[in-house]
């Protein structure tokens, strides 16, 4: 049988150096494990605009739709800025998403006992806190039409559309049961049905695809705002939360930052099951290419490599193999080792990018 497939997208900034980081731990799977993977690269974001003078190649877009599973780093950066918004570096990661359908985006937010001191809450709020939100992709306002900017008489208006149809919905809902029900079987759903349509509409179909195919999850729903202030109150009261492609993408930001440590945080983006009966996939760290220390070595490797650890989890039933990384980063952490981003304490040196990578993989090879 062949090994299953890989995809890097190393991206902009510092995208390729902690994908760096990743390679080595692959090949630490290979090496130590006998989890063998046929790994491929290619250009996404603003390196693809440069070579290509588009974000994504439909070479690359083909590829991705082959593949067992995408790895990306991170897109963007302050030279692209000014880029007509259809060639922006951006535009490249939606294209992966809308056209790979990966309509299920799994944001955890997890908080590391050695780092429970570093988020702005207090502590007793994030010790222990473990909650996934799980943010529709491929929808909503991000991409419904009409859109644009139109001329209205003497001024511009700018038009976004936001539509939910009910099978969009009840996909994306299922995928919240189903997690809910690996993990402590609560969800909660998170929309405006009191101003929206697509609200009203939301908060039903997930009520329904709950009644009739997951009585045994804990349903709540609460209206995004209020969702908001509660995921500041007490976020441990979460479990799972369901939500829309726009609140799903500020709420996460928000859940990621309670931890203090959003340079630490991977995300899953999954699609409907292919032949092998996978899913599509595509994993990625939440944070973005911080442009301004590219280059320096000092960027946190761990979001990226625990979004390799989504990967053996989601992609390829690897869960006891994922847990061993999320081990590893666990006794590195509490070992004291810090990256740049996460300096605070007394008496700390922070560590480069491949320090870091090195102190994983001799805490994965401690585990053997
Ligand atoms: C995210 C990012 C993206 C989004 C941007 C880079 C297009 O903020 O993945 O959360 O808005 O979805
Ligand atoms: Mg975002």
Redesign the pocket.
């Given at each position: 049988m062949s090994n299953p497939s890989l995809l890097i997208l190393a991206g902009d900034g510092i995208g390729p150096e902690v994908m760096d980081e990743v390679k080595r731990i692959i090949k630490w799977f290979g090496d130590k494990r006998g989890l063998n993977f046929d790994v491929s690269e290619d250009l996404v974001g603003g390196c693809a605009y440069d070579k290509h003078g588009t974000p994504l190649h439909d070479d690359t877009m083909a590829k991705a739709q082959e593949v067992d599973a995408v790895l990306l780093g991170a897109v963007?950066g302050p030279k692209y800025d000014n880029l007509d918004f259809s060639v922006k570096p951006?535009r490249g990661?939606?294209r992966l998403r809308k056209e790979m359908d990966l309509f299920s985006n799994l944001r955890p937010a997890q908080c590391f006992d050695a780092l429970a001191d570093f988020s702005s809450l207090k502590k007793e709020v994030v010790a222990g806190l473990d909650i996934v939100i799980v943010r529709e992709l491929t929808s909503g306002i991000y991409f419904g039409e009409p859109r644009g900017i139109i001329k209205e008489g003497n001024e511009r208006v700018g038009i976004n559309t936001q539509r939910y149809t009910e099978s969009e919905i009840a996909r994306v809902a299922r995928s919240a049961f189903e997690l809910a029900r690996r993990r402590n079987n609560k969800v909660c759903s998170m929309e405006k049905a009191n101003v929206m349509e697509s609200g009203i509409l939301w908060r039903e179909v997930t009520q329904e695809i709950h009644d009739a195919e997951y009585p045994d999850v804990e349903l709540t729903h609460m209206y995004a705002d209020a969702g908001a202030m509660q995921l500041c109150r007490w976020p441990k009261q979460f479990d799972v939360i369901v939500t829309d492609n726009l609140f799903g993408?500020m709420l996460?930001d928000m859940a990621a930052m309670l931890t203090g440590s959003l340079g630490m945080l991977p995300s899953a983006s999954l699609g409907q099951p292919m032949d092998s009966g996978r899913p599509k996939a595509m994993y990625e760290p939440v944070h973005?290419s911080a442009p301004d220390i590219a280059g320096t070595g000092k960027a946190n490797p761990i979001a990226c490599i625990l979004s390799f650890a989504m990967a053996l989890r989601y992609s390829f039933d690897q869960g006891d193999e994922a847990t061993r990384i999320e081990d590893a980063i666990e006794k590195v952490l509490a070992d004291g080792l810090r990256t740049a981003d996460l300096l605070g304490e007394e008496g700390v040196t922070p560590v480069s990018t491949t320090e870091m990578g090195d102190a994983v993989l001799a805490a994965l090879d401690a585990s053997l």
């Open positions: 963007g951006e990661l939606l993408d996460s973005g």
